[in-house]
């Protein structure tokens, strides 16, 4: 009798998980976490639920994530926005954590107090509003496995997701950068009336020309993602204004590293280096565009960066010279720079026609370095773009020699764009010729 007993349970098992996978092909599975008054962080239960949320889902193909931050109606309107954005950030980055593919996110809907779930007049009604919902759905019906619970099924209707709310005021730079603000941020200005300057610096040729080197306050190197300098003035002279409530700051990427963190510029010996900060952007994707992003009170200067290991040797990556050192012509204003792996390390001038380069130059692969000069002659420019192994190496002097016809003479800002251009195409390739430029 017991042996049947089994049997029929087992059938009874199998069957339920078969109507629960049916279930699943025609309906939408979601998930509710809740949160502390004016908090976005995820509590120890909320976090235990997301994980259950996360093995469940985990390898089903065609999988679609959407979530919808909400708050209670306590406090301004504007404040409850973001902090509904906030939350339903907290809990995406927390389910990337849990390797659920950030490819399976829809743009998230930061709802804040409007379309609340249950009356805010009580306390059970504000805590069931402070809240983001997890909707997940399947393109194809998923493979519901034994051993990971099921979300309860409920019926769920999300609004369409927005970029940003229709209240905020956004402001596009030229390489796609995002600054989403209140309209009131700098109140009792009108943002209108005040100057914004938002410099993005985000490929080899900016860099160069910014003279944006990636080198860290403790002498390493960083690997960036890119460089934003944003500042918002009334007027030329005065002092850059701090904004009244946060700042969502996008940052376009082709492609999203969750190893990147926020650095900083400090000054050391009258440069500018990097120190980290101690926090991470999201990782989000809207429309379809890849972004990291973070929220800021404070509009600053900022560097989105990773560590890079030193190779095995630190100086020459096991080739001559042990001592990368550079012998250049009498030139006024020279700037020289190695460039490679997202990377860019400032030269070191030891006398006018000498520099070399500090031991951070091995985080770059010898066949990756490119060495960048800038300089002047009378009212003339020049500029060197070249790969380091192409110039010659002089035993005598111990010193890579280059050359007055290794450069190449500009008249234009055009024309050096288009020469320095060259450096995001990866080593090996040709630098191309600028129209109207000549050798000398």
Known sequence: MKYWYRIVA???????????????????????????TAEAALSPA?????????????????????????????????????????????????????????????????????????????????????????????????????????????????????????????IFGAEGTELIMAK????????????????????????VLNDAATEDAAGGLLETAGMLFVSV????????????????IRIPADSLDPAMALYRPVQRDGETVWEPVGEKPRLVIVNGKRYYELTTTSLFNL??????ALLASLFGGGARPRRLEFRVPRLERVRAYCYGDNSLVRARF???????????????????????????????????????EQLPYSNLRRAYVVRRHDFRLVETEKELRAILRSLRRGPGRPTPAAPGASGQ
Do not use: C
């Not at 009131?184 to 860099?207: C, G, I, W």
């Not at 560097?303 to 890079?308: A, F, I, M, T």
């Open 10 to 36: 087992g059938l009874g098992l199998l069957a339920g998980l078969l109507t629960r996978a049916e279930q699943a092909a025609g309906q939408q599975l979601t998930q509710r976490v809740e949160f502390a």
């Open 46 to 170: 909320a976090e235990q639920t997301l994980r259950s949320l996360a093995a469940a889902v985990a390898g089903q193909p065609g999988l679609q994530l959407t979530l919808v931050g909400r708050t209670d109606s306590v406090g301004a309107a504007g404040y409850n926005q973001q902090l509904a954005r906030r939350r339903a950030e907290a809990v995406q980055q927390f389910l990337l954590r849990q390797q659920v593919p950030l490819a399976a996110f829809q743009p998230a809907a930061a709802l804040g107090e409007q379309q609340p779930l249950a009356d805010n007049g009580s306390a059970a009604g504000r805590a069931r509003n402070r809240s983001v919902t997890v909707t997940a759905a399947w393109a194809t019906a998923p493979v519901v496995a034994a051993a990971a619970p099921t979300p309860a099924l409920a019926a769920a209707t999300v609004p369409p997701a927005e970029p940003f709310n229709r209240r905020d005021t956004v």
């Open 184 to 207: 009131d941020a700098f109140a009792p200005y009108e943002l209108r009336h005040l100057q914004v300057q938002v410099k993005e610096v985000y490929n080899p040729t900016s860099m």
């Open 233 to 248: 003035r009334r007027d030329a002279r005065g002092p850059a204004l701090t904004p009244n409530s946060p700042v969502t």
């Open 303 to 308: 560097n989105l960066d990773k560590e890079k």
């Open 350 to 388: 030891t006398d006018a026609r000498h520099f070399t380069f500090r031991r951070s130059i091995g985080g770059i692969a010898p066949r990756q370095r490119r060495l960048v000069v800038v300089g002047r002659l009378g009212d003339k420019s020049y500029v060197l773009n070249k790969r380091i």
